[in-house]
């Protein structure tokens, strides 16, 4: 069965830079696009990120333009989330998303 587990998340000052992973298996991680999408509190999940199949087309959300960077590993299996210059509106839940799979997500909290 589809597995995708996330890591990474964690504490960080404002400014400052996590780089998140989500371990895929299950599937042929190559052949599918993937998406890193995040949810706040209070707030609706949102689309963060997301890469082609082989990782040559990325689209993000204008909130993380120019921060943010989505990278896949097709030999390793796994996706990656680069985020840097980090706010606290980046605080949220971070779920990696594989048509229609989602991993338990990983919490990335930014605060001074």
């Known amino acids: 069965q589809v597995q995708l587990v996330e890591s990474g998340g964690g504490f960080v000052q404002p400014g400052g830079s996590l780089r998140l992973s989500c371990a895929a298996s299950?599937?042929?991680?190559?052949?599918?696009?993937m998406s890193w999408f995040r949810q706040a509190p209070g707030k609706e999940r949102e689309l963060v990120a997301l890469?082609?199949?082989?990782?040559?087309?990325?689209k993000y959300a204008d909130s993380v333009k120019g921060r943010f960077t989505i990278s896949r590993d097709n030999a390793k299996n796994t996706l990656y989330l680069q985020m840097n210059s980090l706010k606290p509106d980046d605080t949220a839940v971070y779920y990696c998303?594989?048509?229609?799979?989602w991993g338990q997500g990983t919490q990335v909290t930014v605060s001074s």
């Open positions: 998303y594989k048509p229609v799979s």
């Open positions: 890469i082609s199949s082989a990782g040559d087309t990325t």
């Open positions: 299950g599937f042929t991680f190559s052949r599918f696009p």
